[in-house]
């Protein structure tokens, strides 16, 4: 079956740096995305991986790994507002998304 | 910009109950989706349609109905709703001839089923 893992919740404090990992199993790959969704609202997109490698957008960064896998999310000089759940999802060879179940990021001043 | 519109936000349905969620989108996207998001679990996928006048089904599709008669509407119909259909409910777009395809999701509709 297909699959998407990324944790659960992650703590972090304000100003540092937290990177949230996304490990999937999937039918085929059309790219990998990142939603941030803050609580009662709707998810909104952040970045998008085809490629192996980094994408840079500011103080977030996405980078991929088809060959493992795997994709992370990495968020700098963090801020309270950046307390969200982070949705990590991918497309399979049906140009279906496969969605995990998030990561909910806790911000500590 | 009002993006994609979910009308109602929230709403508390009886059992056995006839409910129509409405949706509507004015970035003329070709894909339209419609997702339930329940604690715990990913954003799992109902219905979907990729252009006007086609719909399909998504992972959990039993019990629930959708129509695309034009290119900005796409209301999702529970024939006789039931308790474990309590949920938030996204309704999302895409231009599937874009770079990402990326979602655009609304706020979201609250339903409750008791």
């Known amino acids: 079956g297909q699959n998407i893992d990324q944790p659960t919740e992650m703590t972090a404090t304000e100003g540092a740096i937290v990177q949230i990992n996304c490990t999937y199993q999937?039918?085929?790959?059309?790219?990998l995305f990142w939603y941030q969704q803050h609580a009662g609202e709707a998810p909104t997109f952040l970045s998008y991986n085809v490629l192996d490698g980094l994408e840079e957008k500011g103080r977030f960064s996405s980078f991929l790994s088809r060959s493992k896998g795997y994709s992370y999310l990495l968020l700098k000089e963090l801020q309270m507002k950046d307390s969200a759940s982070y949705l990590c999802?991918?497309?399979?060879?049906?140009?279906?998304?496969?969605w995990g179940a998030g990561t909910k990021l806790i911000i500590k001043p | 910009i009002a993006g994609i519109t979910q009308a109602p936000t929230s709403q508390i349905l009886a059992a056995g109950r006839r409910m129509t969620l409405r949706c509507t989108q004015d970035m003329r996207h070709n894909a339209m989706y419609w997702y339930r998001q329940d604690l715990g679990l990913g954003l799992r996928l109902i219905h979907y349609?990729?252009?006007?006048?086609?719909?399909g089904k998504g992972e959990v599709p039993d019990g629930y109905s959708v129509s695309r008669a034009n290119t900005d509407d796409f209301p999702l119909t529970l024939a006789s709703a039931v308790p474990s259909q309590t949920s938030v409910y996204f309704c999302?777009?895409?231009?599937?001839?874009?770079?990402?395809?990326?979602?655009?999701f609304g706020e979201g509709s609250r339903l409750t089923v008791l």
């Open positions: 999802a991918v497309m399979d060879s049906n140009y279906q998304l496969i």
């Open positions: 999937t039918s085929g790959f059309n790219g």
């Open positions: 999302a777009s895409s231009d599937t001839s874009g770079d990402t395809g990326e979602l655009f």
């Open positions: 349609s990729n252009t006007a006048g086609t719909t």
